[in-house]
């Protein structure tokens, strides 16, 4: 449970957040709640017919597949059950391509940066270049001061965490500590920042007021 204060602390850090995401391009939002981060992207992807998910926590907890699987769309999400991995590759091969594509971020700057690390790199790939809209959904809880501080969070919080949550035997699943590992399941194996919107791929950015994801 958040308390006032943190609450507003997070509303302070988001409206400056965006401020800065929008003076480096971006389309971006900061909202109160996931119910009103739902209700903002869906008045957003109206014109759009095939959705991709990268593997983010953040954007589920949304209920976006569920709406627009609802809605009759072409869902492209590789979290599906009992999906093969010759089925699972070529969901994340039509997320390149499809009219919209939703992620989140590891980490985000409160000067305007959008941080993040991938092990096969087909989330990184989509938010830079292909589809042609992206949606990155983030809680407060991954926002940090500057882009030292961002690149610090994705290896003090949520490598760390990510790996652990994967079952993946490396250094950082055991003991929380990044160390740059050459293990075979290392998952941090692509960094991507965007310091400004990508050329060619409209990116919005949904801040919400609440901790999700890692």
Same mark, same amino acid.
């Given at each position: 449970? =958040?308390?006032?204060? +943190?609450? *507003? ?12 995401l929008k003076k ?6 900061? &909202?109160?709640?996931? =119910? ?8 957003? !992807? ?18 976006? &597949? ?12 590789? *979290? +599906?059950?009992?999906?093969?991995? +010759?089925?699972?590759?070529? !969901? ?7 009219? @919209? ?5 590891n980490a ?5 940066? !959008? ?36 690149? =610090? ?17 490396? /250094?950082?699943?055991?003991?929380? !500590? @990044? ?5 075979? =399941? ?15 791929? /409209? ?12």
């Open positions: 449970m =958040q308390s006032s204060y +943190q609450t *507003w602390l997070w509303e302070q850090r988001g409206q400056r957040c965006a401020e800065n480096n391009g971006f389309d971006a939002h900061w &909202v109160a709640d996931t =119910q009103a981060g739902t209700d903002l992207i869906l008045s957003m !992807i109206e014109p759009y017919q095939s959705f991709g998910f990268g593997g983010s926590d953040s954007v589920r907890r949304l209920g976006l &597949v569920e709406h627009l699987s609802a809605r009759g769309k072409t869902v492209f999400d590789h *979290w +599906q059950p009992n999906l093969s991995p +010759q089925d699972t590759l070529a !969901i994340r091969r039509s997320q390149l391509t499809c009219d @919209c594509f939703f992620c989140s971020a985000i700057s409160l000067t305007g940066e !959008i941080v993040n690390v991938d092990g096969a790199g087909n989330r990184t790939s989509a938010m830079a270049f292909g589809p042609s809209k992206v949606i990155i959904v983030a809680g407060m809880n991954k926002v940090a001061d500057d882009l030292a501080g961002a690149l =610090q969070r994705v290896r003090q919080v949520a490598g760390p965490m990510r790996a652990k949550s994967l079952n993946m035997k490396t /250094p950082c699943a055991e003991t929380g !500590i @990044c160390t740059d590992c050459h293990s075979p =399941q290392r998952i941090c194996r692509i960094t991507t920042i965007l310091h400004r919107q990508p050329v060619l791929t /409209p990116t919005s950015v949904v801040l919400i007021n609440e901790a999700l994801g890692f």
